[in-house]
């Protein structure tokens, strides 16, 4: 079986580099009705251009549909499936059975993939949507190796989708009130402000005003936040368990996140593909892993339950961000590189570049150039246009970073 890797795409941007970098589908949602609604997200003109970049290179596009609706979104849904049925996208992935119901109804010829938002936990659950004709189940989070095997063996002609890779939410598959209760963004309608992920300290109640900072490291704390989870490491236990899709969370993540995670996960299932039996996993995709922005890892519930056996923590689990994205290739040309700048560097750093094939390589800024023809000695504005003379062979689309002092 050859597993199919799903990563994210949050905008066209990032649509174009996970296929550029290696991803057989995408999953986006659309402006309306999806559980990312600050992720910038697809206009219906969008859409169709990440439709067309897709399959002329033989991807999928799946739409994320996974509100949990009140009657008050119906109104609107039934046109809104009409119409992605129409651009014929390859799958809808839904969470609400009243949304499930309209999808069949307005939507018959796409496939319906129920979301992870759904917490299907077990067999019975997998069963019953598989009886209602969904095509693909997005499995819950919370579930080990060995059930997922055995949802694989009770449900054998559906498809079964597994977050390999992103963050871990504190709420039992996403279903949280944090973000409502504190700011009033409900989470389930797709508007989370990832309240879970802020600084908190304690107050004890019969002395209210003095605060106590939890102090766990220099990063700050982060009582709420879970680790976030990697499965790279057990690639030959997910496809013996029977997983179809092997997704990568990271919708509001950077374009250099869906890139670096894309890519590693691209060639540890090709290294499997051609060699199930001899495959390890190599200290250098992990040490690509290790350098996006991201909170220490973990094996969430893949290995054990309770959690706390698999080594995953709610405690002080900030970020760790030892590169920075700078830039983005645009262009080569025979005067060198046409790069848009995505964090400052100046001339005389070195910088790591990451392409969508092949090994890294290292760039030195030796000079630089802004759109006016000027010499400049750091490209400081975001989104700037700068031109690297003289530097060859790195294909638009390569994504440019450097390490921390």
């Not at 063996?153 to 949280?176: K, N």
């Not at 689990?317 to 590169?323: C, L, P, T």
């Not at 983005?328 to 025979?334: A, D, G, L, Q």
Request: net charge negative; charged share 25%; with cysteine.
């Amino acid at each position: 079986m050859k597993p199919e890797l799903l990563a994210p795409a949050g905008n066209l941007e990032k649509l174009k580099t996970a296929i550029d970098f290696g991803a057989d589908a995408v999953y986006l949602a659309g402006q309306r009705f999806g559980l990312r609604a600050r992720a910038g997200n697809f206009s219906r003109f969008q859409l169709e251009e990440g439709l067309n970049y897709a399959r002329q290179r033989g991807r999928k596009v799946y739409v994320t549909v996974n509100i949990f609706a009140h009657n008050r979104d119906l109104e609107d849904l039934p046109a809104y499936l009409e119409e992605l049925q129409e651009l014929a996208v390859d799958g809808l992935i839904i969470a609400d059975p009243g949304v499930f119901s309209l999808a069949r109804r307005y939507a018959p010829r796409l496939p319906l993939h129920i979301s992870t938002q759904a917490n299907i936990t077990n067999k019975e659950a997998a069963r019953f949507w598989a009886d209602q004709g969904a095509e693909r189940l997005v499995l819950a989070r919370e579930l080990t190796e060995q059930e997922i095997g055995e949802i694989r063996r009770y449900c054998p002609e559906t498809e079964l989708e597994v977050f390999v890779h992103g963050a871990m939410c504190i709420s039992y598959s996403g279903r949280c009130l944090l973000s409502s209760y504190m700011t009033g963004r409900d989470a389930n309608q797709g508007d989370c402000a990832q309240a879970c992920r802020w600084s908190y300290a304690l107050v004890e109640e019969t002395r209210p005003g003095e605060y106590y900072p939890i102090l766990e490291d220099e990063r700050g704390t982060y009582i709420f936040n879970s680790a976030d989870l990697c499965l790279l490491e057990y690639l030959p236990r997910l496809m013996a368990a029977g997983v179809n899709s092997l997704k990568i969370e990271g919708r509001m993540k950077s374009v250099h996140y869906v890139g670096t995670v894309v890519k590693v996960y691209r060639q540890a299932i090709d290294a499997w593909l051609a060699d199930p039996e001899g495959w390890q996993c190599r200290e250098e995709w992990l040490e690509e892993l290790a350098k996006v922005s991201h909170r220490p890892y973990t094996t969430g519930f893949f290995l054990g339950w309770p959690p706390q056996q698999a080594g995953q923590h709610y405690l002080s689990a900030g970020y760790i961000r030892e590169y920075d994205f700078v830039g983005i290739v645009r262009e080569e040309t025979p005067q060198g590189l046409w790069v848009e700048q995505r964090g400052p560097f100046a001339t005389g750093e070195e910088l790591e570049v990451l392409t969508s094939f092949g090994p890294n390589r290292q760039l030195r800024v030796e000079k630089m150039f802004n759109e006016a023809g000027e010499a400049i000695d750091r490209a400081p504005h975001p989104r700037q246009l700068v031109l690297l003379p003289g530097v060859a062979g790195i294909p638009a689309g390569s994504l440019l970073r450097r390490a921390k002092q």
